[in-house]
C-alpha cells in the first residue's frame, strides 16, 4: 500500500481490524513500520493481528504463529477452515469471494460456496477477495461477519473490469 497505508487506516471505523502481512519487507523496516501501524491503530481503537512470525506485541497473529492474543485464520477451503477451527481462531479470512489482485488468476469463489467452508463451526467469517462496500452489501445476507479487503481502502486503485469504483 506504501504511503496509501496511513489515510487508509484512517478510514477504517472504530472496532475494526487490521491484518498486517508485509512480508516483503526487510525485517528492520518491517518492525519500524508495524510498531507505527500499532500505535495508529490503538489511538483508533483498531485491532492489529500479525502474520509470520513477529517479536512485536500486536492484538494477536493471523495464521500459525505463536500468540497469548487473539488468531484469525485463512480459509481457502473447507479444509483449511476445519484447521483454523481446531487451532483456536477467532475468525476466517474466506477468500477470494471474487476476482482480486491479491488471487491473480484465481476465480472468486462466489458468497455462497465461501459460506459452506465455515457452515457449523461457530467462527465469524470475513469476507475477503475483490470486496467493496457495494459487493458487501449483496452478501452480508449470507451470515458473514464482516469484510476485509486492501484494494477498497486505496484512494485510486486497478480494478478488475467488472468492478464499480465503490472505493474512491
Known amino acids: 500500500m506504501g504511503d496509501a497505508l496511513w489515510p487508509a487506516l484512517r478510514r477504517l471505523p472504530p472496532g475494526s481490524g487490521v491484518v498486517f502481512r508485509h512480508y516483503a519487507t526487510p525485517a528492520r523496516e518491517r518492525r519500524e513500520l508495524l510498531r507505527r501501524v500499532i500505535r495508529v491503530a490503538h489511538a483508533r481503537r483498531l485491532t492489529v493481528v500479525v502474520a509470520g512470525k513477529s517479536t512485536i506485541d500486536a492484538n494477536g497473529v493471523h495464521g500459525r504463529a505463536r500468540t497469548h492474543g487473539i488468531r484469525t485464520w485463512p480459509a481457502h477451503s473447507r479444509g483449511e477452515a476445519l484447521v483454523g477451527k481446531r487451532a483456536g481462531a477467532a475468525a476466517l479470512f474466506v477468500s477470494p469471494i471474487h476476482p482480486s489482485r491479491s488471487h491473480d488468476g484465481t476465480a472468486g469463489?462466489?458468497?455462497?460456496?465461501?459460506?459452506?467452508?465455515?457452515?457449523?463451526?461457530?467462527?465469524?467469517?470475513?469476507?475477503?477477495?475483490?470486496?467493496?462496500?457495494?459487493?458487501?452489501?449483496?452478501?452480508?445476507?449470507?451470515?458473514?461477519h464482516g469484510w476485509a479487503a486492501i484494494d477498497a481502502w486505496l484512494p485510486i486503485v486497478r480494478r478488475h473490469p467488472d468492478e464499480s469504483q465503490d472505493a474512491e
Open 109 to 144: 469463489i462466489g458468497s455462497a460456496q465461501a459460506m459452506r467452508f465455515g457452515r457449523g463451526l461457530g467462527i465469524p467469517m470475513i469476507a475477503l477477495g475483490g470486496m467493496t462496500d457495494s459487493h458487501w452489501r449483496r452478501i452480508r445476507r449470507f451470515g458473514f
